[in-house]
């Protein structure tokens, strides 16, 4: 997804909002802390029940009333039993940045693929193909379900030619393209700067930069561009408002890949894209999330 942990050598500390919550509230609280602007969250504490969450926000950001938003969201949709505790605390950048590299392992997706950081990096004479992603960002890392969903998806569809990655975010799945697919064209855009500057140093880490073309913008500029394959690793809601313009992205015979998708809303986007002449070829679900390959 577009979201990315907008690091900055700038800040010092971090206003940490600690939040547990439900399990089948997960998603839901993740994204609407995303959407209050939040440059990370990280996962602090399990239970078969519940997980605590951490959210980083900027230390000027006013943690108070992002909680209260939060808490009147979760109302508005009847779940607010799964809220059960919100707390608020100030994090320096290294504790912070320490807690993330913790908890990145090496992630393997699909059968050709592994996510790893530099500093945990597999064997390089191994069968898996490596994709380095080092510090900067929170989705985006591979683990999360719906990068991987578009990454398995990339896996089995995409054969080389031309692929556009819209909401690039840290650049993964369009390093992870070229990677599989050595000489093909793979153009990455995201309306975030910050994400195209992470996208950018990411694919020079991979030795990626000749194939991979990394622009600031939104699918429209790229209409006509007949793409062999589209990703849209994003939101319902965005996917369903872009419909029209990805669609006219891909290729006669292209295929378009979507994820970010509540499960409870995939219905939504799948009625929206057969309105752009698409099909759903397959659908994959992990948690809470679906991704769909469609065609025309």
Request: with cysteine.
């Amino acid at each position: 997804m577009a979201m990315v942990f907008k690091h900055s050598d700038r800040i010092s500390t971090w206003r940490l909002i600690e939040l547990e919550v439900g399990r089948d509230a997960e998603a839901l609280v993740s994204m609407l802390a995303f959407e209050l602007g939040s440059t990370g969250i990280v996962t602090l504490k399990e239970r078969d029940d519940a997980v605590k969450l951490g959210a980083y926000f900027g230390a000027q950001a006013d943690a108070e009333e992002i909680a209260d938003t939060i808490r009147v969201e979760v109302e508005k949709l009847g779940r607010s039993g799964e809220l059960r505790s919100i707390s608020f605390s100030v994090v320096p950048d290294q504790d912070w940045m320490q807690k993330w590299k913790e908890g990145f392992e090496p992630t393997e997706i699909g059968s050709r693929l592994v996510i790893a950081p530099s500093w945990k990096l597999p064997n390089a004479n191994g069968a898996r193909i490596v994709v380095q992603i080092d510090p900067g960002m929170a989705f985006g890392t591979g683990t999360h379900e719906t990068t991987r969903m578009c990454l398995e998806a990339v896996e089995k569809y995409w054969r080389g030619g031309n692929l556009l990655d819209v909401g690039t975010g840290t650049g993964i799945i369009a390093i992870a393209a070229a990677l599989l697919e050595p000489g093909s064209r793979i153009t990455a855009i995201d309306i975030d700067p910050q994400a195209v500057v992470i996208a950018r140093e990411n694919t020079d880490i991979n030795n990626a930069s000749n194939s991979v073309e990394i622009a600031e913008g939104g699918p429209r500029g790229f209409v006509g561009g007949a793409f062999d394959v589209v990703v849209a690793n994003l939101t319902a809601e965005v996917i369903i408002s872009l419909i029209d313009d990805l669609a006219e992205c891909v290729s006669g015979s292209g295929m378009l890949i979507l994820s970010g998708i509540l499960t409870e809303l995939e219905e939504d986007v799948e009625t929206a894209a057969a309105g752009a002449g698409l099909a759903v070829v397959e659908r994959l679900r992990l948690g809470e999330w679906s991704a769909l390959s469609l065609r025309r």
